[in-house]
């Protein structure tokens, strides 16, 4: 079921390089400076609010979600998984699933806040190469589909 | 089941006006100046992070969350639903379910990001009164229990 919302963004792009996707979700890589293990569960379906989606069409997000998460923890080991769907901006369904890392930019600060010290590239880099890791893994999600 | 840990804050104290309680989890209405409508369901257990509950607890826990977001869809007709767990201050797994206002001091940013209006106090005074009818509501959440 496709039901495209002209101007949208998540309607009109992938929003990201994707990693997974099939018929109700995508699981994007987003390009987020600082910020390499930056995913995003994208509900190929325009609907704005969690709630709009019906019970079975949510527990399929939530376990993408999780899915994505357990694959984050288990690959980089992060200090902690920022779980988000605010969708102000674009108002396309959209989870952000994020390993934070105790020296990242702005950690503890949310990733939206003011960065609190400077990127360290080097860690920046090894973060990006277990990335690659973490995509093939998410490549076959069998757990959810 | 408890498993305190000494020193958290969400182990220490309800963190907020508390609106609903029960074995699992709380609803709390947070206070955060700017965002009346800005609420948190908090699992009673110490656990970091979403994947750290079982699949039947996570299941609760988000019928606890989508039924805050829907009373607060209801009763405040906000222009969006913003819901995330972060927990980089505080890893005891706490969901933010916020009602944002496209005239809130902060629409479209995240509430974390900075400002970019003043806040409209007549407006929050208004939501803020609405708010009652939502804890009324929320006090029995016979639907998640």
Chains 1, 2 share one sequence.
């Not at 995508?26 to 995003?40: C, L, N, T």
């Not at 674009?90 to 949310?110: C, G, K, T």
């Not at 003011?114 to 690659?132: H, K, N, Q, S, Y």
Request: hydrophobic share 45%; charged share 25%; proline share 5%.
């Amino acid at each position: 079921m496709t039901a495209k919302v002209e101007g949208c963004a998540l309607c009109d792009a992938d929003g990201g390089r994707v990693v997974f996707r099939c018929d109700d979700f995508r699981v994007i890589q987003a390009d987020e400076k600082g910020f390499p293990a930056f995913y995003r569960v994208i509900w190929n379906r325009h609907v704005p609010e969690f709630s709009d989606l019906t019970d079975a069409a949510r527990d399929t997000c939530m376990r993408a979600v999780l899915h994505v998460e357990k694959t984050l923890r288990q690959e980089l080991q992060p200090t902690k998984i920022n779980l988000a769907a605010l969708g102000n901006v674009v108002p396309h369904l959209h989870w952000h699933v994020i390993a934070r890392f105790d020296w990242d930019s702005h950690f503890p600060a949310p990733v939206w806040a003011a960065a609190v010290r400077p990127l360290d590239d080097a860690r920046l880099g090894e973060i990006a190469r277990r990335c690659e890791t973490v995509n093939g893994k998410l490549a076959s999600m069998a757990a959810v589909t």
